[in-house]
């Protein structure tokens, strides 16, 4: 059962996409079963993370041919860290989001879990595979299956952002294509280890930098680096409110997920020295934090800015990923899960504001915290640790970011990590000031149902946090000793 | 030696447990009330029980985790720490039964919050005394200046928003440049131990220690209001009155200056300061510090503006204690930690009593209040007179020790500043006391109640007198200064 693990992962998300349209009688069917498979995957994945803590990676062959001939999948550190995440999160969110769901779909919730489960499931594909190609298509099934999720709730403004995705994102998936050609051409493989141990052995050539040009160019719009994140804030705001809560936390995580899979254990550092793509990466990240954060703070509806607030956070991630270090490296994934989980909570507690009252932006949340304290004290959690503040994960991942810029001397980039906190707080300050401080309606919102769901999501998140926060060190050094092996 | 003892993080955590159970008893004040009290007294009493150890020269000592490879993450309490620490936890006993008083006559809205967030910044002011390493001490830092945030903020009204925006800006951009100085000091020593004595001693780079050091003080100096780091001090006046008094008088900017007395004597050292000369900069800034607000306190009006300006001037005193690299103005700087916290404490007391009876505010408008309100106006001549240094109050001793400092590290302006300030000390407060006693038939229907409101001020006044004068309560506190003094000094050896 050992040697299955990774396709068990993939399989235990994947079946009830299948299962879905054989029990249509039964209403919550759907619901239910990708709950189950979610949480199978993510026992998998919490399994996976002890057998790697015991230093067993997980390699699995498809139809048993060896690595550079067949496709190979594998969970090594860094693969089941994000895997854990994935599943975790999207089970959460599913499992809270069902309300939204039921109300937004009008036509039936069938098509919404089949796709969100396929697009999880492609997810997890990602994360997993070693193979370029491979990564690929699960890169488009990702990206077709999200197209669909945003433009589920049938608005006008939806289909027009998902519209502006499939543009843009073909666009992406095209030039990352075309660079594994490339790639493809200059070292007669795909399979990632492979790659790795061929690209150290020739010498530097045009032909592998165009390639690492062009996937570096189709990743960062497929992340939403600033300035390819025009697809990126309506797709977030306008799509359904399940749905916006299930792809902002996890799809540009996983994007950057590939990015360093790509530009960190394939492309090894010696290599890398060779093709000086990352330091061209620094200016954009940079641009992508200040703009990301201007832009936050000048939108009044709370998802947009909760968007731009990502365009921000890829842009951080992205410069400290820049200084090629093992501590700056946790840091981003220590940053990559933060910043996911307290996305998570805050679009749930988006949905949930417009869904029991209506509110969307900036003035309709005056008095928030009298009308729903809980919420509005989870929404107060989760936004301190996207601002860095201890003792929220936020705070150690922005600790270990910097820490990682001044360990490879860049001074002003570690100012720069520092001061996107005091931006991030900017923005989220307007309107926790507004949600607290201001005067405004006191009538509190209907009693919550029995089993108040999104609230639970919320609150986990906010707890998660803090766990995080306490847990951090730990991370760190699991990190050194079992994701930076090579 | 060093003793490992779990109270420490008992003591600290005792208040945040409590912050959860105000939240969820928010319904039944009587209850949210037991709460904070209790958690108040317990909690001094876990600190006042590490007493001996510190006395016989122990540092009681809780790991909490390891931040990098070998780096760890402590909880310390040596005689520094432990004193701002007594002052924090006694402090709150009194300021919890003076804020039922205050908050219940005025009718405040939001108490929960208000007792929920009050409960966490002793946490975190705990957190900050006992702090073992710069990461701890900042994780502290940072909280407390989120967790007071909602308490100046507190009224709601236009004015305490934006008063909150200043403070807010001001405390996380230096809370970002702490964070930069402090992952700094790692990468160039490999250390972030509060060291007795300093431990930059083998940096040779002379302007990255420059730098090093104005990144912390800036870091420290928002929350110390040093020029012109200052500004937000008198707006956050706007909150109510318990909370300038606790917070803005000891808490939040005494650990501003007790970063300072950290990072001057644990970090740098004195050694390092002088070499350098950046002692004698500190000195500068902080002397202009102590006379500038000393003359603004003059022109305001408004008493707790004023009293907020006379703030800013006495926690320079502090600073420039501790930029003299010399034991014995350290040791007035750390008694005058606690002291200056009494008597503002009795001052600000004082102050919000009356502004709960009268809603005056101003100082033009308490013509004969001192006869309608005799206990309060004691409380604020003791305070007043102390905190102008007279003998046999406790301002005196420390201002003393000071001065000595001042003589004898040769700094004859040092001397001057604090010998001239402790003149305008008396030209801004004795007139509010003059004022109180003069004869006037205004508010001749002012009532002197509930006890809550005046019983903490004398205590207060009370505990300024016990500390002048009384020998034995002298050499308590003296004590523990010199034991932190000469940690810094002498390698920990009194």
Redesign the interface.
């Known amino acids: 059962m050992v040697r299955q693990l990774p396709v068990l992962l993939f399989l235990s998300a994947f079946t009830p996409v299948f299962l879905i349209p054989f029990v249509l009688r039964w209403k919550r069917a759907p619901y239910l079963l990708s709950c189950a498979g979610l949480l199978l995957s993510a026992c998998f994945s919490v399994y996976a993370l002890v057998l790697i803590s015991h230093g067993h990676t997980q390699h699995y062959y498809f139809g048993g041919w060896a690595a550079p001939y067949g496709i190979e999948w594998r969970l090594d550190g860094l693969s089941a860290l994000i895997a854990t995440l994935v599943s975790t999160v999207s089970f959460f969110v599913i499992l809270g989001t069902s309300g939204f769901v039921q109300k937004e779909m009008r036509k039936g919730t069938v098509p919404y879990y089949m796709i969100a489960m396929l697009h999880i499931t492609s997810l997890l594909g990602i994360v997993m595979t070693a193979d370029l190609f491979n990564l690929f298509v699960f890169i488009e099934v990702a990206s077709l299956t999200g197209y669909a999720l945003i433009a589920a709730g049938g608005s006008k403004n939806g289909l027009m952002a998902s519209y502006r995705y499939v543009i843009l994102g073909t666009i992406g998936a095209s030039f990352y294509l075309l660079g594994v050609g490339y790639l493809y051409a200059a070292s007669g493989t795909l399979n990632m280890a492979d790659m790795t141990r061929i690209l150290t052995s020739i010498p530097p050539s045009k032909t592998v930098m165009m390639g690492l040009l062009l996937i570096l160019l189709g990743l960062c719009i497929k992340m939403g680096l600033f300035p390819f994140h025009s697809w990126l804030p309506n797709a977030y705001t306008f799509a359904p409110d399940g749905a916006s809560a299930l792809i902002a936390p996890l799809s540009t995580k996983v994007m950057i997920y590939a990015f360093i899979r790509i530009f960190g254990w394939i492309i090894q550092a010696p290599v890398l020295t060779d093709y000086p793509v990352i330091s061209s990466l620094r200016l954009l990240a940079i641009a992508a934090i200040l703009a990301g954060s201007v832009l936050a703070f000048k939108q009044d509806r709370l998802k947009k800015m909760l968007a731009y607030s990502s365009v921000s956070q890829i842009g951080l991630m992205m410069l400290a990923f820049s200084f090629q270090n093992p501590v700056a490296l946790t840091g981003v994934l220590l940053h990559m899960i933060c910043h996911s989980v307290s996305k998570a909570g805050l679009f749930v507690i988006a949905a949930t504001a417009h869904h029991r009252l209506g509110a969307e932006t900036l003035e309709q949340f005056e008095g928030f915290a009298k009308r729903m304290p809980a919420e509005a004290f989870f929404f107060c959690m989760a936004g301190l640790s996207l601002i860095g503040i201890p003792p929220f994960g936020g705070f150690f991942s922005k600790w270990y970011m910097v820490s990682g810029a001044l360990e490879s001397r860049h001074f002003v980039s570690a100012a720069i990590v520092i001061f996107s906190g005091l931006l991030t707080a900017l923005y989220i300050f307007r309107f926790l000031e507004k949600m607290f401080f201001a005067g405004g309606k006191t009538t509190p919102s209907g009693p919550r149902e029995v089993t108040d769901f999104p609230f639970l999501i919320s609150a986990l998140s906010a707890l998660g946090l803090l766990a995080l926060g306490i847990t951090a060190p730990l991370l760190f050094r699991w990190s050194l000793n079992h994701v930076l092996i090579n | 030696m060093e003793i490992v003892s779990v109270k420490p993080l008992l003591a600290l955590l005792i208040s945040a447990a409590a912050s959860v159970l105000i939240l969820f008893s928010g319904k039944r004040p009587n209850l949210r009330e037991f709460w904070t009290v209790t958690a108040a007294l317990v909690k001094t009493a876990l600190v006042l029980s590490l007493y001996p150890w510190i006395r016989s020269g122990h540092t009681v000592v809780w790991k909490l985790?390891?931040?990098?490879?070998d780096t760890g993450?402590f909880l310390r309490v040596d005689a520094l720490g432990f004193t701002f620490a007594a002052v924090a936890s006694a402090l709150w006993i009194l300021t919890s039964v003076y804020s039922i008083g205050y908050m219940r006559s005025l009718k405040e809205k939001d108490q929960t919050?208000y007792f929920f967030s009050f409960a966490l910044s002793l946490s975190a002011t705990l957190g900050i005394a006992f702090a073992g390493d710069l990461?701890t001490f900042?994780?502290?830092f940072?909280?407390l200046a989120?967790v007071t945030y909602?308490l100046v903020?507190h009224k709601?009204t236009d004015e305490?928003?934006k008063a909150?925006?200043k403070y807010?800006v001001y405390s996380?951009?230096a809370g970002?440049?702490l964070?930069?100085a402090i992952?700094?000091t790692?990468?160039a020593t490999g250390n972030l131990n509060f060291t007795p004595g300093g431990f930059l001693s083998g940096l040779k780079d002379s302007r990255m220690i420059f730098i090093i050091f104005f990144l912390f003080i800036y870091g420290c100096g928002v929350k110390a209001a040093l020029f012109p780091l200052h500004a937000w001090l008198p707006s956050a006046m706007v909150a109510p009155t318990p909370v300038s008094a606790l917070l803005h008088a000891v808490a939040v900017v005494k650990a501003g200056v007790f970063g300072i007395l950290r990072i001057t004597g644990f970090v740098f050292g004195p050694s390092v300061l002088k070499e350098t000369g950046l002692g004698d900069a500190l000195g500068m800034i902080a002397g202009f510090t102590i006379l500038g607000a000393s003359f603004m306190a003059l022109a305001q009006e408004n008493l707790k503006r004023r009293l907020a300006y006379s703030t800013i001037s006495q926690l320079s005193y502090i600073i420039l204690g501790s930029a003299l690299a010399s034991q014995t103005a350290y040791t007035g700087a750390v008694l005058h930690l606690g002291n200056h916290a009494m008597m503002k404490i009795a001052l600000f007391f004082a102050a919000g009593a009356i502004y709960c009876r009268t809603h005056c505010e101003n100082i033009s408008d308490l013509k004969g209040l001192g006869y309608r309100m005799p206990f309060t106006f004691t409380a604020f001549t003791i305070g007043a007179v102390g905190l102008s240094g007279f003998p046999l109050f406790s301002g005196f001793i420390s201002k003393w020790m000071l001065c000595m400092g001042a003589i004898d590290s040769h700094h004859g302006a040092a001397l001057a500043i604090y010998l001239s300030s402790a003149l305008l000390n008396l030209l801004y407060l004795l007139p509010i006391v003059i004022i109180g006693f003069s004869r006037s038939a205004k508010h001749e229907a002012v009532e002197e109640k509930p006890w809550t409101l005046w019983v903490p001020p004398i205590i207060a006044a009370a505990a300024v007198l016990a500390f002048g004068s009384v020998p034995a309560w002298i050499q308590i506190q003296k004590g523990l200064a010199d034991l932190a003094a000469a940690s810094v000094f002498m390698g920990g050896m009194p």
Not at chain 2, 65 to 69: K, L, V
């Open positions: 985790g390891e931040i990098f490879p993450m919050r990461l900042f994780i502290f940072e909280i989120v909602p903020t709601q305490a928003i909150g925006r807010l996380l951009s970002g440049l964070l930069l992952l700094w790692y990468h």
